[in-house]
Protein backbone atom coordinates (compact mmCIF):
# COMPACT_ATOMS: atom_id res chain seq x y z
CA UNK A 1 0.00 0.00 0.00
CA UNK A 2 2.82 2.50 1.17
CA UNK A 3 4.71 1.80 -2.33
CA UNK A 4 1.27 2.78 -4.27
CA UNK A 5 0.87 6.06 -2.63
CA UNK A 6 4.83 6.93 -2.50
CA UNK A 7 4.01 9.00 -6.02
CA UNK A 8 0.90 10.94 -4.98
CA UNK A 9 2.89 11.52 -0.85
CA UNK A 10 6.14 12.45 -2.84
CA UNK A 11 4.22 14.73 -5.36
CA UNK A 12 2.54 16.06 -2.39
CA UNK A 13 5.86 16.32 -0.53
CA UNK A 14 7.68 18.60 -3.71
CA UNK A 15 4.75 20.75 -4.38
CA UNK A 16 4.50 22.49 -0.46
CA UNK A 17 8.17 22.43 0.03
CA UNK A 18 7.87 24.43 -3.59
CA UNK A 19 6.45 27.16 -1.61
CA UNK A 20 8.76 27.35 1.73
CA UNK A 21 10.62 30.93 0.50
CA UNK A 22 6.25 32.26 -0.02
CA UNK A 23 5.18 30.80 3.34
CA UNK A 24 8.15 33.01 4.85
CA UNK A 25 6.85 35.80 2.44
CA UNK A 26 3.31 35.34 3.69
CA UNK A 27 4.29 35.31 7.13
CA UNK A 28 4.78 39.41 7.12
CA UNK A 29 1.62 39.60 5.22
CA UNK A 30 -0.21 38.98 1.98
CA UNK A 31 0.81 42.22 0.42
CA UNK A 32 4.22 42.25 1.50
CA UNK A 33 4.42 38.71 -0.06
CA UNK A 34 2.72 40.02 -3.45
CA UNK A 35 5.19 43.04 -3.49
CA UNK A 36 8.03 40.83 -3.39
CA UNK A 37 7.48 39.16 -6.20
CA UNK A 38 5.16 35.77 -4.84
CA UNK A 39 1.92 35.45 -6.75
CA UNK A 40 -0.38 34.46 -3.92
CA UNK A 41 -2.53 32.43 -6.64
CA UNK A 42 -0.04 30.20 -7.60
CA UNK A 43 1.03 29.54 -4.23
CA UNK A 44 -2.07 29.00 -2.49
CA UNK A 45 -2.80 26.52 -5.68
CA UNK A 46 0.66 24.81 -4.54
CA UNK A 47 0.40 24.99 -1.23
CA UNK A 48 -3.41 23.46 -1.38
CA UNK A 49 -2.54 21.00 -3.76
CA UNK A 50 0.18 19.50 -2.24
CA UNK A 51 -1.73 19.04 1.21
CA UNK A 52 -4.09 17.77 -0.50
CA UNK A 53 -2.34 15.13 -1.77
CA UNK A 54 0.22 14.31 0.84
CA UNK A 55 -2.79 14.23 3.24
CA UNK A 56 -5.26 12.35 1.41
CA UNK A 57 -2.66 9.88 0.12
CA UNK A 58 -1.28 8.99 3.99
CA UNK A 59 -5.27 8.72 5.01
CA UNK A 60 -6.40 6.58 2.66
CA UNK A 61 -3.41 3.63 3.86
CA UNK A 62 -3.56 5.06 7.38
CA UNK A 63 -6.93 6.18 8.02
CA UNK A 64 -7.97 8.98 10.17
CA UNK A 65 -5.23 10.35 12.44
CA UNK A 66 -6.55 13.29 14.02
CA UNK A 67 -5.22 16.69 15.57
CA UNK A 68 -1.66 15.45 14.30
CA UNK A 69 -1.34 18.01 11.58
CA UNK A 70 -2.86 20.27 13.94
CA UNK A 71 -0.93 19.92 17.35
CA UNK A 72 2.46 19.12 15.86
CA UNK A 73 3.59 22.28 14.28
CA UNK A 74 2.42 24.18 17.57
CA UNK A 75 4.66 22.10 19.24
CA UNK A 76 7.49 22.45 17.04
CA UNK A 77 7.37 26.16 16.67
CA UNK A 78 9.18 26.93 20.00
CA UNK A 79 11.74 24.90 19.07
CA UNK A 80 12.67 26.09 15.23
CA UNK A 81 11.52 29.65 15.77
CA UNK A 82 8.62 31.83 13.72
CA UNK A 83 9.79 31.14 9.96
CA UNK A 84 7.36 28.97 8.42
CA UNK A 85 9.53 27.31 6.16
CA UNK A 86 11.82 26.18 9.16
CA UNK A 87 8.65 24.53 10.85
CA UNK A 88 8.01 22.48 7.60
CA UNK A 89 10.75 19.58 8.21
CA UNK A 90 10.46 19.40 12.12
CA UNK A 91 6.85 19.09 11.91
CA UNK A 92 6.63 16.05 9.79
CA UNK A 93 9.24 14.36 11.66
CA UNK A 94 7.61 15.34 14.76
CA UNK A 95 4.32 14.52 13.35
CA UNK A 96 5.90 10.99 12.62
CA UNK A 97 7.21 10.51 15.64
CA UNK A 98 3.81 11.66 17.54
CA UNK A 99 2.35 8.86 15.27
CA UNK A 100 4.68 6.22 16.10
CA UNK A 101 4.69 7.01 20.42
CA UNK A 102 0.47 6.20 19.96
CA UNK A 103 0.88 3.01 17.80
CA UNK A 104 3.35 2.02 20.52
CA UNK A 105 0.82 2.89 23.25
CA UNK A 106 -1.53 1.27 21.08
CA UNK A 107 0.11 -1.64 20.77
CA UNK A 108 0.63 -2.29 24.47
CA UNK A 109 -1.51 -5.45 25.61
CA UNK A 110 -3.88 -5.08 27.93
CA UNK A 111 -7.31 -6.34 28.91
CA UNK A 112 -10.91 -5.28 27.20
CA UNK A 113 -10.82 -3.96 23.65
CA UNK A 114 -8.01 -2.44 21.62
CA UNK A 115 -7.70 1.19 21.03
CA UNK A 116 -7.85 2.69 17.24
CA UNK A 117 -4.72 5.03 17.09
CA UNK A 118 -7.05 8.00 16.21
CA UNK A 119 -8.40 7.37 19.44
CA UNK A 120 -5.05 7.68 20.86
CA UNK A 121 -4.43 10.87 18.71
CA UNK A 122 -7.30 12.48 19.60
CA UNK A 123 -6.91 12.15 23.61
CA UNK A 124 -3.61 13.76 22.65
CA UNK A 125 -4.62 16.37 20.20
CA UNK A 126 -8.02 17.72 21.50
CA UNK A 127 -6.81 18.75 25.28
CA UNK A 128 -3.80 20.53 23.86
CA UNK A 129 -6.08 22.17 21.05
CA UNK A 130 -8.58 23.30 23.61
CA UNK A 131 -5.22 24.60 25.81
CA UNK A 132 -4.30 26.44 22.60
CA UNK A 133 -7.74 28.42 22.04
CA UNK A 134 -7.63 29.26 25.40
CA UNK A 135 -4.22 30.41 25.86
CA UNK A 136 -4.85 32.34 22.65
CA UNK A 137 -8.03 34.24 24.08
CA UNK A 138 -6.26 35.22 27.43
CA UNK A 139 -3.38 36.84 25.08
CA UNK A 140 -5.59 38.73 22.56
CA UNK A 141 -6.09 42.62 23.57
Known amino acids: QVWFVLPFMGLGWLLVASTWRALDALSLG???AATLGFSMRSVTARAI??????????VSVTG???????VVPHLMRPLVGQRPAS??????LGGAALVLAADLFVRIPVNGPELKLGVVTSLIGAPFFLWLILRTRREAP
Open 64 to 70: VVGFVGL
Open 87 to 92: LLLPSA
Open 49 to 58: LGTGLAVGAA
Open 30 to 32: EDT
